[in-house]
Antibody, heavy 119, light 110 residues
Framework: EVQLLQSGAEVKKPGESLKISCKGSGYSFTTYWIGWVRQMPGKGLEWMGIIYPGDSDTRYSPSFQGQVTISADTSITTAYLQWSSLKASDTAMYYC????????????WGQGTLVTVSS | QSALTQPASVSGSPGQSISISCTGTSSDVGGYNYVSWYQQHPGKAPKLMIYDVNNRPSGVSDRFSGSKSGNTASLTISGLRAEDEADYYCSSYTISATCVFGGGTKLTVL
């Protein structure tokens, strides 16, 4: 069974760093892209970027380029989304999802990680 | 890249059919057959309903169908049911080798 298990909710202060995780299981982790999607409170879905764990090829939405870093550790089948300096506007639910190779849809989704940034 | 354009809300009565549009440009929706649709119930993760314009994943009801004409894609739900009430999002591959979502449509079953 394909599963994407995300790390738990986080409460941080502005300026702090953060790394959240997404552990894949039940499939070949290195042969599917993993993407990250932001959903701000009461708002829609925003595509942030994707990574191909097999070769670490990474693509970012222009809106998120330079704002976050996506990475993966194939030894523990886990993808990451990290910030070096959080802002209050980073408060949101973040989902990871598996992208089908040579396609552009997410077929399995994690349960989401709620990130709250507040002073 | 700008978000794809969806109506903010649509509604229908049980048993009726509704359609949700998703308008982009020739650099995304119009240029590729990689349009997907997702259903999201409150407090839940999105669920894939349609991929590659008009394909249904295993387990998704055949009441859900997709189509595309030019720069506009559409999701049609026939035989509307109470459990279809949710937010729906379209997405498309883009010329920049990234993806963009629509703004989302709230479906109300009257």
């Amino acid at each position: 069974e394909v599963q994407l298990l995300q790390s738990g909710a986080e409460v941080k202060k502005p300026g702090e760093s953060l790394k959240i995780s997404c552990k894949g299981s039940g499939y070949s982790f290195t042969t599917y892209w993993i993407g990250w999607v932001r959903q701000m409170p009461g708002k829609g879905l925003e595509w942030m970027g994707i990574i191909y764990p097999g070769d670490s090829d990474t693509r970012y939405s222009p809106s998120f380029q330079g704002q976050v870093t996506i990475s993966a550790d194939t030894s523990i089948t886990t993808a990451y989304l990290q910030w070096s300096s959080l802002k209050a506007s980073d408060t949101a639910m973040y989902y990871c999802a598996r992208r089908v190779p040579a396609r552009d849809h997410f077929d399995y989704w994690g349960q989401g990680t709620l990130v709250t940034v507040s002073s | 890249q700008s978000a794809l354009t969806q109506p903010a809300s649509v509604s229908g009565s049980p048993g009726q059919s509704i359609s949700i549009s998703c308008t982009g440009t020739s650099s995304d929706v119009g240029g590729y057959n990689y349009v997907s649709w997702y259903q999201q119930h409150p407090g839940k993760a999105p669920k894939l309903m349609i991929y590659d314009v008009n394909n249904r994943p295993s387990g998704v009801s055949d009441r859900f169908s997709g189509s595309k004409s030019g720069n506009t894609a559409s999701l049609t739900i026939s035989g509307l049911r109470a459990e279809d009430e949710a937010d729906y999002y379209c997405s498309s591959y883009t010329i920049s080798a990234t993806c963009v979502f629509g703004g989302g449509t709230k479906l109300t079953v009257l």
